[in-house]
Protein backbone atom coordinates (compact mmCIF):
# COMPACT_ATOMS: atom_id res chain seq x y z
CA UNK A 1 0.00 0.00 0.00
CA UNK A 2 0.94 3.80 -0.61
CA UNK A 3 -0.59 4.91 2.81
CA UNK A 4 1.05 3.53 5.93
CA UNK A 5 -0.37 5.14 9.06
CA UNK A 6 2.53 6.77 11.60
CA UNK A 7 -0.19 8.42 14.59
CA UNK A 8 -3.25 9.09 15.25
CA UNK A 9 -4.76 12.31 17.06
CA UNK A 10 -7.45 12.39 19.32
CA UNK A 11 -9.41 15.50 20.12
CA UNK A 12 -12.50 16.17 22.28
CA UNK A 13 -14.98 18.57 21.29
CA UNK A 14 -17.83 20.07 23.67
CA UNK A 15 -18.89 21.45 27.20
CA UNK A 16 -18.01 18.86 29.33
CA UNK A 17 -13.96 19.00 27.77
CA UNK A 18 -10.61 20.16 29.83
CA UNK A 19 -9.64 23.46 28.69
CA UNK A 20 -6.38 22.92 30.06
CA UNK A 21 -5.96 20.14 28.10
CA UNK A 22 -7.99 21.01 24.91
CA UNK A 23 -8.03 24.25 25.02
CA UNK A 24 -11.23 26.86 25.29
CA UNK A 25 -11.99 26.79 21.56
CA UNK A 26 -13.16 22.92 21.94
CA UNK A 27 -15.04 23.47 24.99
CA UNK A 28 -17.47 25.80 23.10
CA UNK A 29 -17.58 23.13 20.56
CA UNK A 30 -21.67 22.30 20.49
CA UNK A 31 -23.84 19.56 17.78
CA UNK A 32 -27.46 20.88 17.11
CA UNK A 33 -30.01 18.92 15.05
CA UNK A 34 -28.61 20.41 11.74
CA UNK A 35 -24.98 19.87 12.03
CA UNK A 36 -22.59 17.94 13.63
CA UNK A 37 -19.97 18.96 15.93
CA UNK A 38 -17.18 18.33 13.45
CA UNK A 39 -18.72 21.50 11.27
CA UNK A 40 -19.21 23.07 14.48
CA UNK A 41 -15.57 22.93 15.33
CA UNK A 42 -14.54 23.92 11.92
CA UNK A 43 -16.35 26.74 11.45
CA UNK A 44 -14.79 27.80 14.64
CA UNK A 45 -11.74 27.31 14.22
CA UNK A 46 -12.03 29.23 11.11
CA UNK A 47 -13.39 32.52 12.83
CA UNK A 48 -10.27 32.15 15.44
CA UNK A 49 -8.00 32.09 12.91
CA UNK A 50 -8.95 35.19 11.50
CA UNK A 51 -9.52 36.83 14.18
CA UNK A 52 -5.77 36.42 15.57
CA UNK A 53 -4.63 37.73 12.24
CA UNK A 54 -3.54 33.92 10.98
CA UNK A 55 -5.27 34.51 7.39
CA UNK A 56 -5.07 36.83 4.55
CA UNK A 57 -8.56 37.77 3.41
CA UNK A 58 -9.48 37.19 -0.28
CA UNK A 59 -11.54 40.31 -0.47
CA UNK A 60 -14.71 40.71 -1.73
CA UNK A 61 -15.51 39.44 -5.42
CA UNK A 62 -18.58 40.53 -7.26
CA UNK A 63 -19.18 38.83 -10.30
CA UNK A 64 -21.75 40.52 -13.30
CA UNK A 65 -23.39 39.41 -16.59
CA UNK A 66 -19.62 40.67 -18.29
CA UNK A 67 -17.84 42.13 -15.25
CA UNK A 68 -16.10 41.29 -11.79
CA UNK A 69 -14.67 43.73 -9.23
CA UNK A 70 -12.80 42.53 -6.58
CA UNK A 71 -12.20 44.86 -3.33
CA UNK A 72 -9.20 43.84 -0.99
CA UNK A 73 -8.36 45.33 2.02
CA UNK A 74 -4.74 45.83 2.41
CA UNK A 75 -4.29 46.99 6.00
CA UNK A 76 -0.65 48.50 6.64
CA UNK A 77 -0.46 45.34 9.91
CA UNK A 78 -1.04 42.82 6.55
CA UNK A 79 0.83 43.84 3.94
CA UNK A 80 4.10 42.47 5.48
CA UNK A 81 2.21 38.66 4.72
CA UNK A 82 1.24 39.97 1.06
CA UNK A 83 4.70 41.07 -0.23
CA UNK A 84 5.82 37.95 1.51
CA UNK A 85 3.62 35.79 0.13
CA UNK A 86 4.07 37.21 -3.27
CA UNK A 87 0.54 36.78 -5.00
CA UNK A 88 -3.15 36.63 -3.91
CA UNK A 89 -5.21 34.89 -6.07
CA UNK A 90 -9.22 35.68 -5.54
CA UNK A 91 -11.90 33.14 -5.93
CA UNK A 92 -13.13 31.56 -9.22
CA UNK A 93 -15.56 33.22 -11.63
CA UNK A 94 -17.77 32.55 -14.41
CA UNK A 95 -19.30 34.93 -16.93
CA UNK A 96 -21.43 32.19 -18.73
CA UNK A 97 -22.25 34.52 -21.70
CA UNK A 98 -18.81 34.36 -22.54
CA UNK A 99 -18.48 31.05 -21.86
CA UNK A 100 -15.03 31.23 -19.65
CA UNK A 101 -14.22 30.90 -16.07
CA UNK A 102 -11.40 31.69 -14.10
CA UNK A 103 -9.95 34.09 -11.34
CA UNK A 104 -8.16 37.78 -10.44
CA UNK A 105 -4.37 37.78 -9.60
CA UNK A 106 -2.82 40.89 -7.37
CA UNK A 107 1.16 40.03 -7.29
CA UNK A 108 2.96 42.21 -4.44
CA UNK A 109 6.65 41.35 -5.59
CA UNK A 110 7.47 44.23 -7.36
CA UNK A 111 7.48 48.04 -6.63
CA UNK A 112 3.67 48.74 -7.44
CA UNK A 113 1.09 45.74 -6.84
CA UNK A 114 -0.18 44.42 -10.72
CA UNK A 115 -2.87 42.67 -11.11
CA UNK A 116 -3.74 40.02 -14.09
CA UNK A 117 -5.89 37.76 -14.96
CA UNK A 118 -6.01 33.98 -15.59
CA UNK A 119 -8.77 32.20 -17.64
CA UNK A 120 -8.71 28.93 -17.04
CA UNK A 121 -11.51 27.56 -18.87
CA UNK A 122 -13.68 28.57 -22.48
CA UNK A 123 -16.11 26.56 -24.03
CA UNK A 124 -16.48 26.05 -27.48
CA UNK A 125 -19.23 28.91 -29.14
CA UNK A 126 -20.01 28.64 -32.98
CA UNK A 127 -18.41 30.61 -35.70
CA UNK A 128 -15.09 31.99 -36.17
CA UNK A 129 -12.71 32.61 -33.38
CA UNK A 130 -13.48 36.20 -32.34
CA UNK A 131 -11.43 39.27 -29.89
CA UNK A 132 -13.21 39.82 -26.57
CA UNK A 133 -11.91 43.29 -25.10
CA UNK A 134 -11.05 43.07 -21.75
CA UNK A 135 -11.25 46.70 -19.77
CA UNK A 136 -9.73 46.62 -16.05
CA UNK A 137 -9.42 49.61 -14.02
CA UNK A 138 -8.18 50.35 -10.69
CA UNK A 139 -7.89 53.53 -9.15
CA UNK A 140 -6.98 56.00 -12.38
CA UNK A 141 -4.94 53.32 -14.16
CA UNK A 142 -6.94 51.48 -17.22
CA UNK A 143 -5.97 49.29 -19.79
CA UNK A 144 -7.74 47.50 -22.53
CA UNK A 145 -6.83 44.07 -24.08
CA UNK A 146 -7.81 41.91 -26.98
CA UNK A 147 -7.82 38.52 -26.68
CA UNK A 148 -8.83 35.50 -28.78
CA UNK A 149 -12.33 34.52 -27.10
CA UNK A 150 -11.35 31.04 -27.20
CA UNK A 151 -7.75 32.26 -25.40
CA UNK A 152 -6.72 29.84 -22.27
CA UNK A 153 -3.78 32.00 -20.89
CA UNK A 154 -3.40 34.61 -18.43
CA UNK A 155 -2.82 38.35 -18.58
CA UNK A 156 -1.28 41.71 -17.00
CA UNK A 157 -4.19 43.94 -15.99
CA UNK A 158 -3.34 47.35 -14.64
CA UNK A 159 -1.51 48.78 -11.80
CA UNK A 160 -3.15 48.80 -8.29
CA UNK A 161 -1.99 51.11 -6.38
CA UNK A 162 -3.51 50.90 -2.70
CA UNK A 163 -6.05 53.70 -1.57
CA UNK A 164 -7.36 54.40 1.79
CA UNK A 165 -5.64 50.94 2.50
CA UNK A 166 -8.25 49.19 0.00
CA UNK A 167 -7.58 48.37 -3.90
CA UNK A 168 -10.37 47.90 -6.28
CA UNK A 169 -9.87 46.05 -9.18
CA UNK A 170 -12.75 46.39 -12.06
CA UNK A 171 -12.95 44.32 -15.25
CA UNK A 172 -15.54 43.98 -17.94
CA UNK A 173 -15.81 41.80 -21.11
CA UNK A 174 -17.00 42.75 -24.22
CA UNK A 175 -17.60 40.73 -27.52
CA UNK A 176 -16.49 41.67 -30.97
CA UNK A 177 -17.69 40.13 -34.20
CA UNK A 178 -13.95 41.28 -35.13
CA UNK A 179 -12.20 37.49 -36.56
CA UNK A 180 -9.02 36.59 -35.32
CA UNK A 181 -6.37 35.54 -37.69
CA UNK A 182 -4.45 32.01 -37.40
CA UNK A 183 -1.45 31.24 -36.69
CA UNK A 184 0.21 29.84 -39.40
CA UNK A 185 3.64 27.54 -37.97
CA UNK A 186 6.35 25.57 -39.27
CA UNK A 187 8.78 23.47 -37.58
CA UNK A 188 10.62 27.27 -35.92
CA UNK A 189 8.41 29.73 -37.39
CA UNK A 190 5.22 31.08 -36.21
CA UNK A 191 3.43 33.51 -37.88
CA UNK A 192 0.80 35.61 -37.56
CA UNK A 193 -1.35 38.64 -38.63
CA UNK A 194 -3.00 41.83 -37.19
CA UNK A 195 -5.94 43.36 -39.62
CA UNK A 196 -6.18 47.51 -39.22
CA UNK A 197 -9.95 47.18 -39.01
CA UNK A 198 -9.68 46.23 -35.45
CA UNK A 199 -8.57 49.87 -35.15
CA UNK A 200 -11.98 50.82 -35.63
CA UNK A 201 -13.94 49.15 -33.72
CA UNK A 202 -15.83 51.20 -31.19
CA UNK A 203 -14.31 50.58 -28.08
CA UNK A 204 -10.78 50.47 -29.46
CA UNK A 205 -8.50 53.16 -27.67
CA UNK A 206 -4.71 53.69 -28.21
CA UNK A 207 -2.77 51.44 -26.46
CA UNK A 208 -4.59 48.52 -26.49
CA UNK A 209 -2.70 45.34 -26.53
CA UNK A 210 -3.82 42.71 -28.78
CA UNK A 211 -3.17 38.96 -27.98
CA UNK A 212 -2.81 36.23 -30.85
CA UNK A 213 -3.97 32.78 -30.41
CA UNK A 214 -1.26 30.61 -28.10
CA UNK A 215 0.85 28.68 -30.28
CA UNK A 216 3.48 25.95 -29.32
CA UNK A 217 6.91 26.31 -31.22
CA UNK A 218 10.43 24.51 -31.01
CA UNK A 219 9.60 22.38 -27.79
CA UNK A 220 8.12 25.65 -26.39
CA UNK A 221 4.20 25.90 -25.01
CA UNK A 222 1.44 28.50 -25.29
CA UNK A 223 3.31 31.59 -26.86
CA UNK A 224 1.85 33.99 -28.13
CA UNK A 225 2.59 37.39 -29.74
CA UNK A 226 1.25 40.72 -27.99
CA UNK A 227 0.99 44.09 -30.14
CA UNK A 228 0.43 47.50 -29.71
CA UNK A 229 -0.17 50.52 -31.64
CA UNK A 230 0.64 53.82 -29.75
CA UNK A 231 1.41 57.40 -30.12
CA UNK A 232 4.91 58.90 -30.49
CA UNK A 233 5.55 62.47 -31.54
CA UNK A 234 1.70 62.53 -32.60
CA UNK A 235 2.57 59.24 -35.20
CA UNK A 236 1.59 55.72 -34.87
CA UNK A 237 3.62 53.12 -34.28
CA UNK A 238 3.28 49.61 -33.32
CA UNK A 239 5.03 47.27 -30.90
CA UNK A 240 5.28 43.22 -30.82
CA UNK A 241 6.31 41.57 -28.36
CA UNK A 242 6.75 37.91 -27.77
CA UNK A 243 5.42 36.01 -24.34
CA UNK A 244 7.21 32.86 -23.75
CA UNK A 245 4.53 31.07 -21.26
CA UNK A 246 5.52 27.64 -20.85
CA UNK A 247 9.26 27.34 -21.90
CA UNK A 248 11.56 24.95 -20.08
CA UNK A 249 14.79 24.75 -22.85
CA UNK A 250 17.97 23.07 -21.84
CA UNK A 251 20.33 26.18 -23.31
CA UNK A 252 20.08 29.63 -24.65
CA UNK A 253 19.00 29.84 -28.51
CA UNK A 254 19.03 32.72 -30.84
CA UNK A 255 15.95 33.87 -32.38
CA UNK A 256 14.39 36.49 -34.53
CA UNK A 257 11.12 38.48 -34.42
CA UNK A 258 9.95 40.02 -37.75
CA UNK A 259 7.59 43.26 -37.60
CA UNK A 260 6.82 44.05 -41.21
CA UNK A 261 10.07 44.11 -42.96
CA UNK A 262 11.82 44.95 -39.57
CA UNK A 263 14.00 42.12 -38.60
CA UNK A 264 15.40 42.19 -34.90
CA UNK A 265 17.77 39.29 -33.35
CA UNK A 266 17.59 38.37 -30.04
CA UNK A 267 18.93 35.47 -27.51
CA UNK A 268 16.51 33.23 -25.06
CA UNK A 269 18.07 33.34 -21.55
CA UNK A 270 17.15 30.89 -19.52
CA UNK A 271 13.97 31.74 -17.40
CA UNK A 272 13.07 34.56 -19.78
CA UNK A 273 9.31 35.01 -20.25
CA UNK A 274 9.31 37.96 -22.88
CA UNK A 275 11.12 39.04 -25.48
CA UNK A 276 12.61 42.40 -26.71
CA UNK A 277 10.25 44.53 -28.05
CA UNK A 278 10.21 45.51 -32.05
CA UNK A 279 9.09 48.97 -32.97
CA UNK A 280 8.04 50.16 -36.22
CA UNK A 281 6.40 53.08 -37.72
CA UNK A 282 2.29 52.40 -38.82
CA UNK A 283 2.95 53.27 -42.21
CA UNK A 284 6.09 51.24 -42.93
CA UNK A 285 4.46 48.46 -41.77
CA UNK A 286 1.19 48.32 -42.46
CA UNK A 287 0.52 46.06 -46.21
CA UNK A 288 -2.88 46.16 -47.69
CA UNK A 289 -4.85 46.70 -44.34
CA UNK A 290 -2.28 43.87 -42.45
CA UNK A 291 0.68 43.80 -40.11
CA UNK A 292 2.20 40.77 -40.29
CA UNK A 293 4.85 39.44 -37.55
CA UNK A 294 6.55 36.42 -37.53
CA UNK A 295 8.80 34.68 -34.86
CA UNK A 296 11.58 32.48 -36.07
CA UNK A 297 14.20 30.03 -33.97
CA UNK A 298 17.59 30.29 -35.75
CA UNK A 299 20.29 28.31 -33.73
CA UNK A 300 21.78 27.41 -30.16
CA UNK A 301 23.29 30.59 -28.62
Given amino acids: SDVKVVGLMFRE ?12 LAAQVAASSIVGPEYCWTAKLREALRGAGFTIDLGQ ?16 SKQ ?8 LQSHGFTLPDFGIAGWLEIDFTGHVPVAWVAISECLAREGPISFDWIEASSGFDMRRIAHPSNAVSSFMLVACRPHADQIVLFARWISTRTTVSPITLTAS ?9 VFCL ?12 CFDLAGGSRLLFSFRLTLLDYSPWCQVDVYFNQWDPQQPFAYTVQLG ?6 VYEI ?3 QAGSVWAPLEQV ?5 ISMRLTITRPA
Fill in 286 to 290: CKGGE
Fill in 13 to 24: LGAGVDPEIFGE
Fill in 61 to 76: LTVGTASVEWRVQVAE
Fill in 189 to 197: TAFWKVKTS
Fill in 202 to 213: RDWVAETQICSP
Fill in 80 to 87: SKYWRDGI
Fill in 261 to 266: DIIVDF
Fill in 271 to 273: GCR
